[in-house]
């Protein structure tokens, strides 16, 4: 615009006028252009925040909907580990109901080892002073009965657990 100013006053003041009116109106014309070529840059601007907070509300619910997803399948992982540790804990209680029912019955053969030990102990004690001692039979035969009480209440406590 320099150059064409100093190219203006050269020329005579009538047409100087009239070519400095028309730069003006150029440079005007040229400012409304800019101004409108702003204006249409903000309107697609505007247009592509609008076009923008769209994808950004979409992307928002995609992100919520796949949280709740992700959400449902680590309880359906919760779930099916509490089920298999339930199936766990189950298969160790019989596991210990088992233990208990084992060691009641060694529990009932060493009560009948100890209560034969000790019968046999007193025959042997009883044979080398008395032969015949209706005593010791008769605590051999209170020995059985206990014995079988025992023995039947070992047998019960086993088939309840069962």
Same mark, same amino acid.
């Given at each position: 615009?320099?150059?064409?100013? *100093? ?6 003041? +009538?047409?100087? =006028? !009239?070519?400095? %009116?028309? /730069?003006? #109106?150029? $440079? ?46 680590? *309880? ?6 509490? +089920?298999?540790? =339930? !199936?766990?804990? %189950?298969? /160790?209680? #019989?596991? $210990? ?66």
């Amino acid at each position: 615009m320099g150059r064409g100013k *100093i190219a203006i006053r050269r020329i005579d003041n +009538s047409t100087s =006028r !009239q070519l400095q %009116e028309n /730069l003006e #109106k150029g $440079v005007v014309n040229n400012v409304e252009v800019d101004v409108l070529k702003l204006r249409r840059l903000n309107v697609e601007l505007h247009l592509q925040k609008r076009s923008l907070c769209c994808r950004i509300l979409s992307m928002e619910s995609q992100l919520v909907s796949l949280a709740k997803d992700s959400e449902n399948e680590f *309880i359906q992982k919760i779930k099916s580990e509490a +089920s298999i540790l =339930r !199936q766990i804990n %189950e298969d /160790l209680c #019989k596991q $210990v109901e088992d233990l208990q029912v084992s060691r009641l019955n060694e529990v009932g053969e060493l009560v009948y080892l100890r209560w034969v030990n000790s019968g046999l102990k007193n025959e042997l004690q009883n044979s080398t002073f008395f032969t015949s001692d209706i005593s010791s039979s008769q605590l051999l035969l209170n020995g059985l009965i206990l014995l079988y009480q025992v023995m039947k209440l070992l047998n019960m406590v086993a088939l309840k657990r069962n």
